[in-house]
């Protein structure tokens, strides 16, 4: 069974910075790419970042390109997303999911976390 647990949203300054975790199994880490996605009220689930299970590979959407970082650190079990230069665009529900490759449609994906809130504040 995979289980993803999202932590570290909270309210932050516009230009600040906020780190998400994603806290899983060493197995899920293994097998499936994880990817971040982000909801605000009224829109579509959106892709936002990417790691791939053997952690060589990231990929980003182009809105948060150059000012998030996706990484995995294995012996923690854990993938986080860096967010710096947050703008108050970047406020949502964030969260992580898994798949055994990774697609930037939602849909797609049969394991999410229950997400955590950001909200970035002017």
């Known amino acids: 069974q995979v289980q993803l647990v999202e932590s570290g949203g909270g309210l932050v300054q516009a230009g600040g910075s906020l780190r998400l975790s994603c806290a899983t199994s060493?197995?899920?880490?293994?097998?499936?790419?994880i990817t971040w996605f982000r909801q605000s009220p009224g829109k579509e689930r959106e892709f936002v970042a990417a790691?791939?299970?053997?952690?060589?590979?990231?990929y980003y959407a182009d809105s948060v390109k150059g000012r998030f970082t996706i990484s995995k650190d294995s012996p923690k079990n854990t993938v986080y997303l860096q967010m710096n230069s947050l703008k108050i665009e970047d406020s949502a529900l964030y969260y992580c999911?898994?798949?055994?490759?990774?697609?930037?449609?939602?849909?797609?994906?049969?394991?999410w976390g229950q997400g955590t809130q950001v909200t970035v504040s002017s």
């Open positions: 999911a898994a798949r055994s490759y990774y697609s930037i449609h939602a849909i797609e994906y049969d394991y």
């Open positions: 060493a197995r899920t880490l293994s097998f499936y790419d």
């Open positions: 790691v791939t299970s053997t952690g060589g590979d990231t």
